[in-house]
């Protein structure tokens, strides 16, 4: 799909979560790459590793911590513009009947509550100028098809809600100027994925890193693969 966006991200400033590694890693150094000023959140910023991120610690089951990261960035920085919500943990794959309340807890924690608050508290910065974006790390297995497969439910409802969140921002946001969208990186290997996976990181990365660069009037409230808008 051609749409406009930029090329040069220079004086703009993004928040990558997860970023230590693997697609979050990817998007963040893309992004960087670009001119952008990187906040890499992380649980430990010891284990952010690109030389021009700015390690930002981040632990999406705290709030505070949430609060802090954002207040950081107004402080250093005064603005936010790209915000991507990658940072995410996989259940134990079992079935919801044999999968203990603790492994739901902790995944609907860090998949779907953590973002949600997070982007509660930058929403002031990101609505402060026309035409930030949200990226939404999503997955094909949030799919709400009946043909979309079995196992890992957790995981599948928290990027199921991820996507609503994606919808949301764009009713209640998207006349502001806001630009939410969501976007499925594909089997990618990660530590998530596995190394049997069929895309690198960077491909994995290529849409969502894409969707940040989105110029205002790009389409927003979607939900993406490989550049193509697919359904939820």
Not at 30 to 47: F, I, K, M, Q, W
Not at 54 to 62: G, H, N, S, V
Not at 67 to 73: E, F, L, T
């Amino acid at each position: 799909m051609e749409v406009e966006t930029y090329n040069s991200l220079g004086g703009q400033v993004a928040l990558v979560t997860g970023a230590t590694r693997g697609i979050g890693a990817a998007i963040a150094a893309d992004l960087s790459n670009r001119g952008a000023t990187v906040y890499a959140g992380a649980r430990n910023p010891e284990d952010v590793t690109g030389p021009a991120l700015r390690p930002l610690e981040i632990d999406l089951t705290d709030e505070d911590a949430l609060v802090d990261a954002v207040n950081r960035i107004d402080d250093e920085k005064g603005r936010l513009d790209i915000l991507v919500n990658n940072a995410g943990v996989m259940d134990s794959r079992s079935a919801l009947a044999e999968m203990p309340t603790t492994v739901i807890d902790d995944t609907l924690d860090t998949n779907l509550r953590g973002p949600l608050v997070l982007t509660k508290y930058a929403l002031p910065l990101l609505l402060w100028r026309d035409g930030s974006r949200v990226v939404n790390v999503s997955s094909a297995l949030a799919s709400l098809r009946g043909d979309a497969g079995r196992g890992m439910p957790a995981y599948r409802i928290s990027k199921s809600g991820l996507n609503a969140l994606t919808a949301y921002l764009d009713a209640e946001y998207g006349d502001q100027g806001l630009i939410a969208n969501a976007a499925c990186p594909g089997w990618t290997r990660t530590e998530m994925g596995g190394p049997d996976a069929e895309r690198s990181p960077e491909e994995g990365a290529d849409t969502p890193a894409w969707l940040a660069r989105f110029k205002l009037g790009c389409p927003r409230g979607q939900f993406w693969r490989d550049r193509q808008i697919i359904d939820w």
